[in-house]
């Protein structure tokens, strides 16, 4: 039976320096999920490229999001999430879609802190932000039923989404008191999106009957802005 290929076996193939997966982890531990710099960048930016491409062996889309979802929880920063939209763009089945949607919530809802940080920001900068993507990304996301923990994150970081998707969202928080600071932050997110086309009535309403300190910072912004 032919060994399984590991992150490993792809970094000693791409260079003949003795660069070790594990210190690249460490590099992002210790830098606090920061891009990667120099020659780390460029290890991680071949490698991701590699299974694009298909340098170390032939893949389905799935297994290709599974691999960049291996190479992210090993190294949690956006230079290697970046590589999910990449693939998404080239344009992947339903399946792939959906799998790699999945994904994202199982780190949303189990991953470690810095794994969590790099999805929201993956999803905010690239699939959310971009208007070619964001209703259906958000849709597409939205419909496997994320946790509690993680629809949070996710309304949180979505204010590129058109308000229009999120508004039933909204009026979910609103419906409870324990996640009107929830609700501010998310209002206080859409209204400062140049892409978040809030609907300032709706926001209005609820933002008036919220039971959160107006020194909290977004309302304090909300007041000032809505």
């Given at each position: 039976?032919?060994?399984?290929?590991?992150?490993?076996?792809?970094?000693?193939?791409?260079?003949?320096?003795?660069?070790?997966?594990?210190?690249?982890?460490?590099?992002?531990?210790?830098?606090?999920?920061?891009?990667?710099?120099?020659?780390?960048?460029?290890?991680?930016?071949?490698?991701?490229?590699?299974?694009?491409?298909?340098?170390?062996?032939?893949?389905?889309?799935?297994?290709?999001?599974?691999?960049?979802?291996?190479?992210?929880?090993?190294?949690?920063?956006y230079s290697t999430?970046?590589f999910l939209p990449?693939?998404?763009?080239?344009?992947?089945?339903?399946?792939?879609?959906?799998?790699?949607?999945?994904?994202?919530?199982?780190?949303?809802?189990?991953?470690?802190?810095?794994?969590?940080?790099?999805?929201?920001?993956?999803?905010?900068?690239?699939?959310?932000?971009?208007?070619?993507?964001?209703?259906?990304?958000?849709?597409?996301?939205?419909?496997?039923?994320?946790?509690?923990?993680?629809?949070?994150?996710?309304?949180?970081?979505?204010?590129?989404?058109?308000?229009?998707?999120?508004?039933?969202?909204?009026?979910?928080?609103?419906?409870?008191?324990?996640?009107?600071?929830?609700?501010?932050?998310?209002?206080?997110?859409?209204?400062?999106?140049?892409?978040?086309?809030?609907?300032?009535?709706?926001?209005?309403?609820?933002?008036?009957?919220?039971?959160?300190?107006?020194?909290?910072?977004?309302?304090?912004?909300?007041?000032?802005?809505?």
């Amino acid at each position: 039976m032919k060994p399984e290929l590991t992150i490993q076996h792809m970094l000693d193939n791409l260079s003949n320096q003795a660069v070790k997966a594990s210190d690249i982890t460490k590099w992002i531990k210790d830098n606090n999920g920061s891009v990667l710099e120099d020659s780390f960048w460029d290890f991680n930016n071949e490698l991701c490229e590699g299974i694009l491409s298909e340098r170390w062996e032939i893949l389905t889309d799935i297994e290709k999001f599974k691999r960049l979802f291996e190479v992210i929880q090993l190294w949690p920063c956006y230079s290697t999430a970046t590589f999910l939209p990449r693939l998404h763009m080239d344009g992947v089945s339903s399946e792939a879609e959906t799998f790699c949607w999945q994904q994202m919530l199982l780190i949303l809802e189990d991953g470690s802190p810095l794994q969590r940080r790099t999805i929201e920001y993956v999803l905010w900068v690239d699939f959310f932000e971009s208007q070619a993507t964001s209703a259906k990304a958000w849709n597409g996301i939205m419909s496997l039923n994320p946790n509690k923990k993680a629809k949070e994150r996710l309304l949180v970081n979505s204010g590129p989404v058109p308000y229009v998707e999120k508004k039933r969202f909204y009026h979910e928080l609103f419906n409870n008191p324990d996640d009107h600071e929830t609700l501010a932050e998310c209002l206080a997110r859409s209204l400062d999106d140049y892409y978040g086309d809030i609907d300032r009535t709706d926001a209005k309403a609820m933002y008036v009957e919220l039971k959160v300190k107006h020194t909290n910072t977004f309302m304090s912004y909300l007041q000032k802005e809505l």
